[in-house]
């Protein structure tokens, strides 16, 4: 009977011992990696698989770790997305994020893109392609009535005032000149 109790307690001690000194050697420390991913589960999306491999050979290729988070199993990381989608509003899964350079790429991207992002570079925004049902690529422009307009509307009547006179000697001086 004493013996059956001491092989317990003697796995045990081995156990604790082992477990410290795994912790010691960081064999259970989650290390600290500036790159994420988040992804769904393989099979669930054909883009997130695609970039799981693209992801993989930048990985091997620049030595790096980035760290997966799947947000359909993992609450915690659910949302961490919706926090980080908060920036731009895309919505789109997988998303690989820059924490140190807050650069994103969303969807599938070109392998050098995603060297780029792992080595924490400025990356150009994506033009999209194609006359889809986005917004046009084209700036907004508005012409000089509407941007009076829109001045007009914030300034505050010490400044509308001010504005007025101004306009006037401008006026006045061309006038003087003719």
Known sequence: MFRSSILPLGLAMIMLACSCEAALFGLFEKKYSPLIMFKVPKGTIEECDEMEKI???????????????????????????EKVDEIDFVGKVPLLYHRESRQSIYGL???????????????????????????SSEKFVPDEEEQQEFMEEDLTELQQLGKERMLERLESEAEASE
């Open 55 to 81: 992801v993989r050979s930048v990985e091997k290729e620049l030595n790096m770790k980035v760290e997966r988070l799947d947000i359909m199993r993992d609450r915690f990381a659910r949302n961490l997305y």
């Open 109 to 135: 991207d070109s392998k050098a893109r995603v060297k780029a992002w792992a080595k924490g570079r400025f990356l150009s925004p994506r033009m999209s392609m194609g006359g889809g049902s986005g917004v």
